[in-house]
């Protein structure tokens, strides 16, 4: 099993910035995919970053520019650094890792962009 808490969120003007955080505990594999998903009020589930343990990104286009995502392999921890927020990007994010074929999900953290 693995441990996912994310950290972060909370209430930004439009413009501003939030640095979210994921750790993961338990048993971690070396090679996994560490990402992170949002979820907005009456809409899907959608991806918004990804980050392999070598280092390769992916990013959905509406973010491409703002946001950026890292990993500290040392930590167990993916990071997600968003600028420019807009309302749209209101969501409760959340972490997922991927290893040995299996998927981990944190429990969310909510972003709210609002003036």
């Known amino acids: 099993q693995v441990q996912l808490v994310e950290s972060g969120g909370g209430l930004v003007q439009p413009g501003g910035s939030l640095r979210l955080s994921c750790a993961a505990s338990?048993?971690?594999?070396?090679?996994?995919?560490m990402g992170w998903y949002r979820q907005a009020p009456g809409k899907q589930r959608e991806l918004v970053a990804s980050i392999t343990d070598y280092g390769r990104i992916n990013y959905v286009d509406s973010v491409k520019g703002r946001f950026t995502i890292s990993r500290d392999n040392a930590k167990n921890t993916v990071y997600l650094q968003m600028n420019n927020l807009n309302p749209e990007d209101t969501a409760v994010y959340y972490c997922?890792?991927?290893?040995?074929?299996?998927?981990?999900w944190g429990k969310g953290t909510l972003v709210t962009v609002s003036s």
């Open positions: 997922l890792n991927t290893q040995g074929g299996m998927s981990y």
């Open positions: 338990g048993r971690t594999f070396s090679i996994n995919v």
